[in-house]
């Protein structure tokens, strides 16, 4: 029999998985009715609103993926440390479209209640994805 931890865990690999074959039925089922996730935009509420944020993110960068490179599970808790990827098609955050395929880190934190995932916790490098579509200059200590 699974642990909590590890039932935790494989709870949010199928979610990543979900995510990144963009598969709505399972997103639902895996989060809660009221889940709120915090993190580089407005506070969402609810699956849709969920759903609804990254079907967005996905029209702007339409092979956006990810791959977990850690996950560590404790408790009600399950963090993740990640890359993703994407292509720059659609206007983001007032940047027109690049073209340019961008690669940026984060870290996340689920935390689950009754076999659902009831709130995350997301922290993204944005500053390097705004340097990679050039919306911003890295600073002048980092450039070559």
């Known amino acids: 029999m699974a ?4 039932a935790h865990t494989e709870l949010v690999r199928r979610y990543l998985n ?7 039925d399972t997103l639902t089922e895996l989060l809660a009715a009221d889940v709120v ?5 407005d506070e969402l509420h609810g699956v849709d609103e969920v759903i609804d944020f990254l ?5 702007t960068f339409p092979d956006y ?3 977990t490179d850690a996950m560590i599970a404790e ?10 990827s994407g292509t720059h098609t659609d206007e ?10 961008v690669d940026w880190s984060g870290m996340a934190m689920y935390r689950i209640e009754d076999g659902r995932i009831a709130e995350i916790w997301l922290e993204e490098d944005r500053l390097g994805l ?5 919306a911003v200059d890295p600073p002048a200590h980092l450039r070559i």
Do not use: K, M, W
């Not at 996730?37 to 935009?41: K, P, T, W």
């Not at 408790?75 to 993703?84: K, M, P, S």
């Not at 705004?130 to 050039?134: F, H, M, P, T, V």
């Open 130 to 134: 705004l340097e990679q579509l050039e």
């Open 65 to 67: 993926s990810g791959t």
């Open 55 to 59: 079907e967005a993110h996905f029209e």
């Open 92 to 101: 983001y955050r007032d940047v027109e479209p690049t073209g340019h395929t």
């Open 3 to 6: 642990t909590s931890d590890e």
């Open 37 to 41: 996730e915090h993190g580089i935009h």
């Open 18 to 24: 979900a995510f990144n074959d963009r598969d709505h």
């Open 75 to 84: 408790g009600d808790a399950v963090a993740v440390r990640y890359h993703v």
